[in-house]
């Protein structure tokens, strides 16, 4: 049994950065597919960025690409989501998934387990 935790979400203003953190424990991930989606109220949950087990590969939503990065570091278990130049609608309630695939997957039911989500509110 996998269990995730988000931090580092907050309240920034338009421009500004945040950098999320994913801690896995109950089991060693680096072999496995990460991701990262968010959620705005009435909306859907939409992909934010992957990034494989296997080659630490990574892919962005159009929405963020050139602004956000994710990151793995295998030996604390943990997935990073930094972004920059935020923009209000970036504001959204923010959840690391991870998979048992090591690929690179976009849709929701490609990953097993999920975190609680952080809440990250971006003002204008």
């Known amino acids: 049994q996998v269990q995730l935790v988000e931090s580092g979400g907050g309240l920034v203003q338009a421009g500004g950065s945040l950098r999320l953190s994913c801690a896995a424990s109950?089991?060693?991930?680096?072999?496995?597919?990460m991701a990262w989606f968010r959620q705005a109220p009435g909306k859907e949950r939409e992909f934010v960025a992957a990034i494989s087990g296997s080659t630490s590969s990574t892919y962005y939503a159009d929405s963020v690409k050139g602004r956000f990065t994710i990151s793995r570091d295998n030996a604390k278990n943990t997935i990073y989501l930094q972004m920059n130049s935020l923009k209000p609608e970036d504001t959204a309630v923010y959840s690391c998934a991870g998979s048992y695939g090591v690929g690179l997957y976009t849709r929701a039911y490609d990953y097993h387990y999920w975190g609680q989500g952080t809440q990250v509110t971006v003002s204008s």
């Open positions: 109950g089991r060693a991930f680096n072999s496995y597919a």
